[in-house]
């Protein structure tokens, strides 16, 4: 998955190793003389002024020295003239939280990568206390309780659907600026819905469905993940084609033909409709043949491919009189147009 910028871990890197020496850096100050000796006030003013220019000149330096340095400098201005609340004050203290927040946000990034995800989610947690709205955090978490959940480790599963949901809302009330830990919106947007799908693929199938539809959106990294949509197919089944079903039976198994049984009828054979179109794309894009395929993405592997297909033609010859006519070429030209709404 897409991670922090590689200037960004060098950054912190740099300044975590620089943070560990003696801050007994001080700005350069006025030497009086005899001669010339200076009035309290106007020492005052000078070293105030010389401690915040050094402040400001090395937070505008790209380098992970030079942010490094500006963090001590804003500290100690802070320390020796926060009591002010004037402007520079508060500029120097906003850059003292916000560094600060960076070293912390690296240190949960490290452990992520690290494969500690317990201890991702113990650095983590305290910083979404003071920011619930850190999509960084946030994202980083929902990799990291999603890796734990594949490797079988189900005890942080509850805790990354909600950060899972809580991202989603971010991105889709368009309040996320820097989509890291993620390339970009749709990066984001693929990964979050899918891992979110995934986790509620059993117990919410409904929501699965929904998730998974987003992940697929045409400019996601997944969009033409064979996985993907055959997860998506099953999800449909599952949820939305069982419930209807199901209700269908209960409302108008002993009834005669009506106009409500009619629209029921045709909004479960729409769900079917997609799960045959998720199913077909799933093998589509799955066949080393088909020049349109993502081989790239997912492998299925040749057994796996023909339980889905038989899974398709039972689904298929029960939404058409029994027939698989017309099969193939759904199959042949699946992959030519757009998923059904």
């Known amino acids: ?45 000078t070293d105030k002024e010389t401690l915040y220019a050094a402040f400001s000149s090395n937070k505008r330096g790209p380098s ?44 949960v990034y490290k452990t992520y990568s690290a494969k500690n995800y317990t201890k991702s989610f113990e650095l983590g947690r305290p910083l979404l206390k003071t920011n619930a709205d850190d999509f960084l955090i946030l994202g980083i978490l929902a990799e990291a309780g999603y890796d734990n959940a594949v490797a079988g480790n189900a005890t942080l599963n509850e ?19 820097k989509f890291d830990p993620f ?25 699965a469905a929904a998730a998974f539809t987003k992940a697929a959106q045409p400019k996601t990294p997944y969009a033409r993940d064979p996985l993907l949509y055959y997860r998506l197919g099953v999800a449909l089944l599952k949820g939305e084609f069982a419930q209807l079903s199901n209700e269908y039976n209960e409302k108008f198994g ?3 033909a009506s106009a409500e049984q009619a629209e029921m009828f045709a909004r479960i054979t729409h769900v079917g409709e997609r799960a045959i179109d998720a199913f077909a794309r799933s093998l589509a894009l799955s066949d080393p043949r088909n020049a349109g395929s993502n081989a790239g993405s997912t492998q299925l592997t040749p057994e796996f491919r023909a339980k889905v297909l038989e899974q398709l033609t039972a689904l298929y010859k029960g939404l058409h009189n029994d027939s698989d006519a017309g099969l193939q070429e759904l199959l042949a030209t699946v992959l030519s147009k757009p998923p059904p709404p």
């Not at 100050?29 to 005052?44: A, D, G, L, N, Y």
């Not at 950060?163 to 009330?173: D, F, K, P, S, T």
């Not at 990066?187 to 986790?199: C, D, Q, R, S």
């Open 1 to 45: 998955m897409p991670k922090i910028g590689m200037l960004l871990v060098k950054i912190i890197a740099t300044c975590l190793a620089l943070l560990s020496f003696a801050e007994t850096t001080s700005a350069q100050r006025v030497v009086p003389t005899p001669e010339h000796p200076p009035m309290v006030s106007k020492q005052f003013d």
């Open 64 to 107: 992970p020295e030079q942010q490094d340095r500006a963090y001590r400098t804003a500290k100690e201005y802070v320390r020796l003239y926060g009591g002010e609340e004037d402007n520079y004050v508060k500029e120097a203290r906003e850059f003292v939280a916000f560094f600060e927040r960076e070293v912390k946000q690296y240190e």
């Open 159 to 177: 805790e990354t659907i909600g950060y899972l949901r809580h991202a989603i809302q971010l991105l889709e009330a368009r309040k996320v600026v």
């Open 183 to 207: 390339k970009s919106f749709d990066a984001a947007n693929g990964y979050l819905n899918l891992a979110l799908g995934w986790f509620l693929k059993d117990k919410s199938p409904v929501e």
């Open 254 to 256: 002993a009834q005669r």
